[in-house]
T-cell receptor
Framework: DADVTQTPRNRITKTGKRIMLECSQTKGHDRMYWYRQDPGLGLRLIYYSFDVKDINKGEISDGYSVSRQAQAKFSLSLESAIPNQTALYFC??????????????FGPGTRLTVL | GQQVMQIPQYQHVQEGEDFTTYCNSSTTLSNIQWYKQRPGGHPVFLIQLVKSGEVKKQKRLTFQFGEAKKNSSLHITATQTTDVGTYFCAGPHSGYALNFGKGTSLLVTP
């Protein structure tokens, strides 16, 4: 969805480096999410935020941290990247406040490779 | 959150054949969503089912929610090459986050 953008789109880094993946949305949605996708494992929830002051751990939060800088921005950090964090990362949003729905709108993804 | 299991993992069909993917949960789901991800793309919402026994259709796609709200299916009639992709079901996780199944990858050959 063009209204949800992720930067960078591709990133190669080395073990031990700190990495930040950024997500921005112009949809005005209140809820934002970070998922990682690995072949054969589907989409796994890392963190989610229901508003700026609300951050929740998902299924696989170890080794990750997040920051909700504003309603429109949700960043994912890898403090010390390791090779098994190599994956495709998706940001998503949903508009619960006005629609009561948890239909999720995904960004284009960031492909991260940790060497 | 509830875990959702999805089968099969892969399906290869000839164009024109039908396709079905199944989603099962050990616990009752308040709702279930379906998404499609084209190769190289991102997941895109298809539909949400809420009611027990609900059946919804979108052209050649038929979605069902089981009577016990523990299972769901997506059936595609007469597949086309444009149906290629991975189909995911997703159940609720801790208040409006989602638990995704591992997906069914559909390959359609002409």
């Amino acid at each position: 969805d063009a209204d949800v953008t992720q930067t960078p789109r591709n990133r190669i880094t080395k073990t031990g480096k700190r990495i930040m993946l950024e997500c921005s949305q112009t949809k005005g949605h209140d809820r934002m999410y970070w998922y990682r996708q690995d072949p054969g494992l589907g989409l796994r929830l890392i963190y989610y935020s229901f508003d700026v002051k609300d951050i929740n751990k998902g299924e696989i939060s170890d080794g990750y941290s997040v920051s909700r800088q504003a309603q429109a921005k949700f960043s994912l950090s890898l403090e010390s990247a390791i090779p098994n964090q190599t994956a495709l990362y998706f940001c998503a949003t949903s508009d619960f406040r006005t629609s009561g729905s948890n239909e999720q709108f995904f960004g284009p993804g960031t492909r991260l490779t940790v060497l | 959150g509830q875990q959702v299991m999805q089968i099969p993992q892969y399906q290869h069909v000839q164009e024109g054949e039908d396709f079905t993917t199944y989603c099962n949960s050990s616990t009752t789901l308040s709702n279930i969503q379906w998404y499609k991800q084209r190769p190289g793309g991102h997941p895109v919402f298809l539909i949400q089912l809420v009611k027990s026994g609900e059946v919804k259709k979108q052209k050649r796609l038929t979605f069902q929610f089981g009577e016990a709200k523990k299972n769901s299916s997506l059936h595609i009639t007469a597949t086309q090459t444009t149906d290629v992709g991975t189909y995911f079901c997703a159940g609720p996780h801790s208040g409006y986050a989602l638990n995704f199944g591992k997906g069914t990858s559909l390959l359609v050959t002409p």
